[in-house]
Each structure stands twice: as structure tokens, then as C-alpha cells.
């Protein structure tokens, strides 16, 4: 009986020794996080067809589930790791500058409530893509490259690369095309 009240004991004091607070960025957490959130990327176009020597407009589109948030692309603290997108495209396609969302200030415990400016539910970042009078009609696409540190009030984690690819035909510039996506691309 003492040896099954030892052990009993020692069960207890190593269960307890888990779940004691440990130091992480400022604050304190518990050894059980919650897991990584399913940060979604999509990326979408403002029409169904890119016409050869004209401008379409393009988004990456990061869905943030609740209680969870991304570091900005300026997230306001020298420790935070920013949001950053890149996209690439084939030889003349040009990629104009990418607009981010307004990110919305917060202090959370995971920065010694510190002002940090962070996205949350969706943010959108749109850019332009030029595709070239001399471009060849069919089938391109976009290569994006979206790194970014998720968080909520008391953790962030790893930072994730999302790669993906965006294609898009490419038609004449006389050829018609239909607009879609109205809300990402609300005129």
C-alpha cells in the first residue's frame, strides 16, 4: 500500500510540474496551447479573364478564425514577425504594389500589453497585375508567397509561408470578359 501511495504521489507532482506557468514573449503560458489556427489564403481576381495590354485587379484574401489574429504588415513592436506577400508572375507581367488592410491596435498579454497592430477575421491585400499587349493568349498564372505569425491574447506561433498559385486565362483585348468576385472587389 505505501508503494502504490508513493507512486500515486509522484504521478501527481509530475501532472502538477506540467501544468505550472512557463515564461514566453513577456508573459506567461501554460504548457497546453491551444493549437495553431487554421489561418485560410485564397487568392481572386476581379474578373473571370485577363485581357493582353490591360490592368486586372487581384487579391490575396486570409481568412482569420475568432480569438486569433495576424501580425500586420507594420506590426507596431520591433519582436513582432510582420505580415509579408509576394507575389511573382511570368516575364512582362507586371505586379503593381500590394495594398494592405488597416491593421486594428491592440494590447494583448502576449506583448506585455504593448500596442500591436494586428489583422483579424478577414484581410484583404489587393494588387494590380498588367498583362502585356504582346502576351500570349491561354493559360498563366501567379506564384504567391504569404508569411505571416499568427497569435491570440496569450501566444503567437511559428510563423507559416502559405505558397500557392493563382491562374488566370489570357484573352485579346477586344475579347469580353465577365467581372466576378464583387465582394472582394466592391466598386
Not at 501511495?5 to 502538477?16: C, E, G, M, Y
Not at 491592440?106 to 491585400?125: H, Q, T
Not at 496569450?154 to 491562374?167: G, N, R, W
Request: glycine residues 8%.
Amino acid at each position: 500500500m505505501i508503494k502504490s501511495q508513493r507512486s500515486f504521489r509522484r504521478a501527481i507532482v509530475i501532472l502538477a510540474v506540467a501544468l505550472l506557468p512557463s515564461k514566453f514573449a513577456g508573459g506567461y503560458v501554460l504548457r497546453t496551447n491551444p493549437p495553431d489556427p487554421n489561418v485560410a489564403v485564397s487568392g481572386f481576381f476581379s474578373a473571370d479573364k485577363a485581357q493582353r495590354g490591360r490592368t486586372i485587379q487581384a487579391a490575396v484574401v486570409m481568412e482569420i478564425p475568432g480569438g486569433y489574429h495576424v501580425n500586420s504588415n507594420r506590426p507596431m513592436s520591433k519582436y513582432a514577425i510582420p505580415t509579408v506577400l509576394k507575389i511573382g508572375g511570368p516575364s512582362g507581367v507586371k505586379i503593381g504594389p500590394i495594398a494592405y488592410p488597416r491593421a486594428t491596435v491592440r494590447r494583448l498579454k502576449a506583448s506585455n500589453n504593448e500596442p500591436l497592430a494586428v489583422f483579424e477575421g478577414r484581410a484583404v491585400m489587393r494588387f494590380s497585375v498588367t498583362v502585356p499587349a504582346t502576351f500570349q493568349q491561354g493559360m498563366t498564372e501567379l506564384r504567391v508567397r504569404l508569411r505571416y505569425q499568427s497569435c491570440n491574447n496569450e501566444v503567437c506561433f511559428p510563423p507559416q509561408t502559405h505558397e500557392m498559385s493563382m491562374p488566370i486565362g489570357v484573352v485579346g483585348a477586344g475579347d469580353s470578359v465577365k467581372r466576378i468576385n464583387g465582394q472582394i472587389f466592391r466598386r
